[in-house]
């Protein structure tokens, strides 16, 4: 009696470190992502400023904001696969200590005025800190078992916040310091002091830890194109309208919104998208989670052609984008958490693939409204869009 006694006490000991380490590891993963996606983004509302300086005209600098996009997407592949074969404290160190270079570079070139290729290769350089989104996936995912990859994914996903934080804090800090410089000092030292906190009390992912095999009962290439589709669909959303609402709504719109108005409703619907992806990955893991991205996917398109029929109308505009958002955010939720299930040896490159098509729909999504005629008709190609994506993801998902 007593040996089973101190058995089981025993078990349970072990079973509350192994939580402990599991949550310990969620939240540097989440930390992680939150403080390289303040690094991928802060060119962005630094463009102005950083063009007046080097005397970029608006190509020059729609470029100079798009390369560490397109090259932090790229790089979720190749470097999510590796921290599947090699596990995520590593990789994620390594990755983490690369990206100080361009931080420090980003310093000199705009203290030292140094040349437009250098400014360049820095933008190139920010990339890499965009491909934390695959590497935390791949962490955090091997901590927790598959009844609950959905909430731990979607938590994960709210280190996307950095995109929002940087474009607020850091034009603050540079107010603040009279710098462009000063900002990147910033950066260079939260990254570097996160390093060492990851480095003593992160822990790596033991080998044995996945042990189940990829699904075999898909076609591997036709379920993750439908993954990737619906992740264009939502992440392209999330991406493409967190910049474009405000321009809807702004002055020189049909809503004459102030500047600070339409700023704000942009904000609360990039927050919308990121509280509620955590929601989706618990209603994926307590029901069939591919109904439910079939469901998310479908008030998507609702929500999209309904947009382009209350174009005229603001309350009926703001109240159908703000529920664009929740199912945005919901469908992102399910889109991981089946990635999680199908692939689970392979999470990282899986979502680098998935997350790599997802960006790409942030910049297909605003071309699209420059070349249709009106925004109506824009909505509705883009509902159109979507309905390929629920019907790709019945037919390649085996959801009947």
Not at 29 to 53: D, E, G, H, K, R
Not at 138 to 157: D, N
Not at 179 to 192: A, G, H, K, Q, R
Not at 302 to 307: A, G, K, N, P
Request: aromatic content about 16%; some cysteine; hydrophobic content about 55%.
């Amino acid at each position: 009696m007593k040996n089973l006694f101190a058995r089981t006490v025993s078990g349970l000991e072990i079973s509350k470190r192994e939580n402990s380490i599991s949550q310990k590891a969620l939240t540097l993963a989440t930390i992680a992502m939150l403080i390289s996606f303040m690094s991928w983004s802060s060119l962005s509302p630094l463009a102005n400023s950083i063009a007046s300086q080097f005397g970029l005209n608006i190509t020059l600098q729609k470029i100079l904001v798009a390369l560490p996009v397109l090259f932090g997407s790229l790089l979720r592949i190749p470097l999510g696969k590796l921290s599947d074969n090699f596990g995520g404290k590593k990789i994620y160190l390594s990755t983490l200590g690369i990206s100080l270079i361009p931080l420090a570079l980003a310093y000199f070139v705009l203290k030292f005025h140094l040349s437009i290729n250098l400014l360049f290769l820095v933008a190139l350089g920010l990339g890499i800190s965009g491909a934390s989104f695959a590497i935390s996936l791949s962490y955090a995912s091997a901590w927790f078992p598959e009844s609950r990859q959905g909430r731990t994914l979607g938590i994960v996903g709210i280190g996307t916040v950095g995109n929002a934080i940087s474009s607020g804090l850091l034009p603050f800090i540079q107010k603040i310091f009279h710098s462009l410089t000063s900002v990147y000092s910033f950066l260079f030292f939260i990254t570097l002091i996160f390093i060492g906190i990851f480095k003593f009390i992160g822990d790596e992912v033991p080998i044995n830890f996945r042990k189940k095999e990829d699904s075999p009962k898909l076609d591997k290439r036709f379920s993750l194109f439908s993954l990737s589709f619906a992740c264009m669909v939502a992440s392209g959303s999330f991406v493409a309208f967190g910049a474009l609402l405000p321009t809807f709504l702004g002055i020189h719109s049909i809503f004459g919104l102030s500047s600070l108005t339409a700023g704000l409703w942009g904000a609360v619907f990039s927050v919308l998208t990121i509280v509620t992806r955590p929601l989706g990955g618990y209603f994926a893991d307590i029901s069939n989670a591919r109904i439910y991205l079939v469901f998310s996917l479908f008030g998507i398109m609702i929500c999209q052609f309904l947009i382009s029929f209350f174009i005229q109308s603001l309350f009926l505009f703001l109240f159908v984008f703000m529920t664009y958002a929740v199912f945005i955010g919901l469908c992102n939720g399910c889109i991981f958490k089946i990635t999680a299930e199908y692939f689970p040896r392979n999470i990282g490159f899986a979502s680098g693939i998935v997350g790599a098509v997802g960006s790409f729909g942030g910049f297909l999504f605003p071309f699209i409204f420059v070349f249709v005629p009106s925004s109506s008709v824009a909505f509705i190609v883009l509902g159109f869009l979507t309905l390929f994506s629920v019907f790709s993801s019945i037919f390649s998902l085996k959801i009947f």
